[in-house]
């Protein structure tokens, strides 16, 4: 599976962007999909998943402000993010996995794909 990640950019605080994540190369079928992020000199954080079966689940700092959602027949998954602010700002990777449970898909290391990264900077 391949995954590209796109959507990232720079945005004022409180304002909104959203991510894409493309699958490619086999089937997706019963793959969970997650995102997670990375600042300068922090580990990589989660921040939101979807199982196959529809399942969401996110991190605290961002409940109620982002979205995942995911479009089966495109193979797409979408992390909608709304009023931003600048402690978001970080590099996000969506990543993906076949038969993702629920146990897994908070630790990025659970994860089989990755995709490539896209900035996002929030201005204060």
């Known amino acids: 599976v391949q995954l590209q990640a796109s959507g990232g950019g720079l945005v004022q605080a409180g304002g909104s962007l959203t991510l894409s994540c493309a699958a490619s190369?086999?089937?997706?079928?019963?793959?969970?999909v997650g995102w997670f992020r990375q600042a300068p000199g922090k580990e990589r954080e989660f921040v939101a998943a979807?199982?196959?079966?529809?399942?969401?689940a996110y991190a605290d700092s961002v409940k109620g402000r982002f979205t995942i959602s995911r479009d089966k027949a495109k193979s797409t998954v979408t992390l909608r993010m709304v009023s931003l602010k600048p402690e978001d700002t970080a590099v996000y990777y969506c990543?993906?996995?076949?038969?993702?449970?629920?146990?897994?898909?908070?630790?990025?290391?659970?994860?089989?794909?990755w995709g490539q990264g896209t900035q996002v900077t929030v201005s204060s």
């Open positions: 990543a993906a996995k076949a038969g993702l449970i629920l146990s897994a898909q908070y630790d990025y290391r659970n994860y089989d794909y």
């Open positions: 979807v199982r196959w079966s529809g399942n969401a």
């Open positions: 190369g086999r089937t997706f079928n019963n793959y969970g």
